[in-house]
T-cell receptor
Framework: SQQGEEDPQALSIQEGENATMNCSYK?????LQWYRQNSGRGLVHLIL?????REKHSGRLRVTLDTSKKSSSLLITASRAADTASYFC??????????FGPGTRLSVLP | GAGVSQSPSNKVTEKGKDVELRCDPI?????LYWYRQSLGQGLEFLIY????????KSGLPSDRFSAERTGGSVSTLTIQRTQQEDSAVYLC???????????FGEGSRLTVL
């Protein structure tokens, strides 16, 4: 299975701190994506990193990818209460289904 | 349309009844996915349509579940003889082409009494 698995399952931090979430997967991939889900709503795409990339930035987000270890990390810097959500990684190959991990529930306390 | 649209947003049904959930993907998107999410859990892949290719049905949990995609656009997920364990949020997503980000609808929350 390509399934990504995030850890930790839950993370609670204070506003202003950084939050790091990790994702591991099992097979080779073309790209890995991170999504965010606010409670009870659909998922929103955050960032995509291709298999030939090692690091990518978008605003306060930083994603790394280590294909040798089959792992990725998502760093959210200077967190805000509005960052409270569940975060999922998704792995896939061209033309194949995308498999999501169980997610990390992030709580940012004001 | 501007985004992925799903209907109904909420559905309450009795055990044993059939239900249909609808997904309108973004116009021009060739890929369409259905996922299921139980409360507090991750996304469970159900089925994937890509253009005119045969769909990937490997995630459908039983033969009570089926899905169609008519004209390469609208998709309907049908659950026959619903069971209480079918209660979940059913999410639809679409994508342009064979790679790239998925755009999700807000989901259809199904409750089977």
């Amino acid at each position: 299975s390509q399934q990504g698995e995030e850890d930790p399952q839950a993370l609670s931090i204070q506003e202003g701190e950084n939050a790091t979430m990790n994702c591991s997967y099992k097979t080779s991939i073309n790209n890995l994506q991170w999504y965010r889900q606010n409670s009870g709503r659909g998922l929103v795409h955050l960032i995509l990193i291709r298999s030939n990339e090692r690091e990518k930035h978008s605003g306060r987000l930083r994603v790394t990818l280590d294909t040798s270890k089959k792992s990725s990390s998502l760093l959210i810097t200077a967190s805000r209460a509005a960052d409270t959500a569940s975060y999922f990684c998704a792995t896939g190959n061209y033309g194949q289904n995308f498999v999501f991990g169980p997610g990390t529930r992030l709580s940012v306390l004001p | 349309g501007a985004g992925v649209s799903q209907s109904p947003s909420n559905k309450v049904t009795e055990k044993g009844k059939d239900v249909e959930l609808r997904c309108d993907p973004i116009s021009g998107h060739t890929a369409l996915y259905w996922y299921r999410q139980s409360l507090g859990q991750g996304l469970e892949f159900l089925i994937y349509f890509q253009g005119n290719s045969a769909p990937d049905k490997s995630g459908l949990p039983s033969d009570r579940f089926s899905a169609e995609r008519t004209g390469g656009s609208v998709s309907t997920l049908t659950i026959q003889r619903t069971q209480q364990e079918d209660s979940a949020v059913y999410l639809c997503a679409s994508r342009q082409g064979v790679t790239g980000e998925l755009f999700f609808g807000e989901g259809s929350r199904l409750t089977v009494l």
